[in-house]
């Protein structure tokens, strides 16, 4: 891969949690950064400061990324400024209510941030990162893309998705130059409960963003396609990635399986 260490970094949801713990870590290694999220005044004091303590360029960038126009002017951003060489995708946010009680609009709402803005970003800015032969794209998935059972509603589907298409980018935009990670976090300190409503009593234990944030950018300098920062054992992950891959052969067939036959 080309070599994207001294580009800069485009982050959203940077305002807070593991978006702003990215935007520090960014910095501190000498990277430009555009910081993307809705509460203008929580990134100008956090770009003010990092300014200070590591000189580097900060560009604050308030959108709403659930509100199309606003979506646009982050796209067009990706597409037209070069010196981005880095996209973080981190905004997102959960819901409390499960399927059955979801309020629609707001189902929908929370599809537009985890999964439509996740998208439309990539999509902005995979064709530059084409032509150029290089460029690094970090989605931030969830462990729950792998645990659909422990949440209830839409949130770990949106987060399933997230993975799937950083394997899917992985697999097209990677011979090409680019590299693509996902990054699942379990339980981080953060906002997102509270910001949710979701209580924190049926949650053992949880990881300080600034490890996470550490761990995972330890897999984005091993160039690690999936990094799964509170797995202890890489053996496991890799037998669920062998077993999932070992079925693909037997996808191809032209009669159905002898048990589904009368
Ligand atoms: P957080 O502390 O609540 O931060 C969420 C960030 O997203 C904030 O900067 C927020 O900023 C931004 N955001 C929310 N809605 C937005 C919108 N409509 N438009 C633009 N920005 C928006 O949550 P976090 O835990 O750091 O979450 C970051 C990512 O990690 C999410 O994708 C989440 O799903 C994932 N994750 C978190 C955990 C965990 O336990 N914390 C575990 C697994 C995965 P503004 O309010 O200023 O817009």
Redesign the pocket.
């Known amino acids: 891969m080309a070599d994207n260490r001294l580009r800069t970094v485009l982050i959203?949801?940077?305002?807070?949690?593991?978006?702003?713990a990215y935007a520090e870590r960014f910095a501190r290694r000498g990277h430009d950064l555009v910081l993307?999220?809705?509460?203008r005044e929580?990134m100008e004091a956090a770009a003010a400061r990092l300014r200070s303590e590591t000189g580097v360029a900060i560009d604050v960038l308030p959108?709403?990324?659930?509100a199309p126009a606003e979506l646009a002017v982050v796209e067009a951003r990706l597409r037209d400024d070069r010196r981005i060489g880095v996209l973080v995708s981190?905004?997102?946010?959960?819901l409390k209510s499960g399927f059955a009680a979801a309020d629609l609009d707001e189902l929908e709402r929370l599809i537009r941030?985890?999964v439509i803005a996740v998208t439309r970003l990539a999509g902005a800015v995979a064709p530059r990162f084409v032509a150029e032969g290089r460029g690094a794209i970090v989605n931030?998935?969830?462990?729950?893309a792998l645990a659909p059972e422990i949440m209830p509603g839409v949130y770990a589907a949106t987060?399933s998705y997230v993975l799937t298409l950083s394997q899917s980018l992985q697999a097209e935009l990677g011979p090409q130059g680019v590299y693509v990670q996902a990054v699942l976090?379990?339980?981080?300190r953060?906002?997102?409960?509270e910001?949710s409503g979701l209580s924190t009593d049926a949650v053992p234990v949880?990881m300080e963003?600034g490890e996470l944030v550490d761990a995972a950018l330890v897999g984005f300098d091993r160039e690690e396609a999936v990094t799964v920062p509170p797995l202890p054992e890489l053996g496991q992950w890799e037998n669920f990635a062998a077993a999932r891959k070992a079925m693909l052969p037997n996808f191809r067939q032209e009669h159905a399986a002898a048990r589904y036959r009368a």
């Open positions: 959203t949801g940077a305002s807070a949690g593991i978006g702003a993307v999220a809705r509460d929580r959108a709403d990324l659930t981190n905004a997102g946010a959960a941030l985890n931030i998935s969830s462990v729950v987060k976090p379990a339980a981080t953060t906002e997102i409960f910001r949880m963003v």
